[in-house]
C-alpha cells in the first residue's frame, strides 16, 4: 500500500489561456484517472463522447462569462422571469448585463426556451466559439437584431470590479484527499465537481501501482500505537481488495475500501462559493482532515486573489 499526505493545484492555465475545451477533457479523465491519453488533438472527440454518453455534469468545469447588451424588457421576458438556476447576472448599466455559467447552464437554458431570442443570441455566440459544447442543441428562434452577445477575455474577466469578479469569475482545484473528506465537500451544492471513480479505477493494475494509496490520517502521529493500529487496518483492507478484484469488478471490490481511501477530486466553483467554502470547512468547528487541507489552500487563493479572501484569512483562527 501507499500513504501519502492530502495536496492541491489550483489549475487557472487553462483559464487564462482560454483553453476551455482542454479544461473539461482535464477535468473528466480524471474521473477515469486516464490523463495519460490527453493530447493536442483529443479535447474534441473526449467531450463529443461525453455528450452522447449523457455525462453532461463533465462540461460544468469552465466558465463562460458573457456582456448581453439587449433592451430591458427582453432581457427580463427572455431570461429573469425564468429564474436560470445555474447562471449569474448583474445588471452593468442601462441595457447591458453580465452573464456567467458553465456551458452546461447555457446549453439547459437553450433547451428550455429555444424560442427566446435572447438565448438564441447567447447560444449563436457560444457555438461559434465552441462548437463541439453546443452542436447538438437546437434552437428555433431568431437572434433579434437589437441584441448584442461579447465572449469576455479572461483579462477581462480578471478586471470586473470586485463585487462581479467574485460573483462571475470561477476557480479550479485539483485537489487530493481521503473519501470522507470529498464526501464533505460535495456537500457544497453552489459548485461543480469530478472525482475519481472507484467504480472505474481497479487499483490493482500497474498503472496504480498494484496498489491503493492512503491518506494520511492527520490524527494519530507516525510510530504512535493508534497508527500502527490504523495502518494495519489499511494493509488488511488492501489485501482483501486485490483478492476480490481477481474475481470481481472494481465496483464489487471498492465495497470494502475504507474512508481513508486517497481520492482525486475537481472542484469548480465562483470565488463567492469558495469564499463560503472556507468560511466553513478553515473554521475550528470543521473536521480537521477537511481544515487540514482548507488552510493549505486559502494562502493560494489569497495569493492570487488578495482583495476576496483577505478577510476570510483574517477570520480563521489559527
Ligand atoms: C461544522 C460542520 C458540521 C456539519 N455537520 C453535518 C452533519 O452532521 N450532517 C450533515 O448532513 N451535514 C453536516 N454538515 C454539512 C452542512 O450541513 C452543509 O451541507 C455543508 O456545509 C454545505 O454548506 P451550505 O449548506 O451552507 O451551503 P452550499 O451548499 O455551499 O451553498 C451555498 C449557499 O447557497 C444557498 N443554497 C444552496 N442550496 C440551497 C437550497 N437548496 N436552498 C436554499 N439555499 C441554498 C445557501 O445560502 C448556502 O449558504 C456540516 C458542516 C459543517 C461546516
Known sequence: MRVISPGFEVLDDYFQKGKVLEQIERCGRVCYKSEDKISTESAVPFIRGIIRRGHESVIEMANLVLEVSAPE??????????????????????????????PRSFRDLARRLPTA???????????????????DIETKGEAGQDIEVRLLSPQEVDSLELPLLVKHRCLLAHIIVNRAVTHELVRHRVASYLQESQRYCRYGEEKFGGAVTFIKPCFFDEGSREYEMWERAMEETEAIYLELLKTSSPQAARTVLPNSCKTEIMVHATLEE???????RASKAADPSMREIMLMMLPEFARRFPPVFKEIIDSVEQ
Do not use: M, T
Open 73 to 102: 424588457e427582453r432581457f427580463y421576458q427572455d431570461f429573469f422571469i425564468h429564474i436560470p438556476r445555474f447562471c449569474q447576472a448583474s445588471r452593468i448599466s442601462d441595457g447591458k448585463f453580465i452573464v456567467s455559467g458553465n
Open 117 to 135: 431570442s435572447l438565448i438564441c443570441a447567447i447560444k449563436a455566440k457560444l457555438k461559434g466559439a465552441y462548437p463541439v459544447l453546443f452542436e
Open 274 to 280: 469558495w469564499k463560503h467554502i472556507f468560511r466553513l
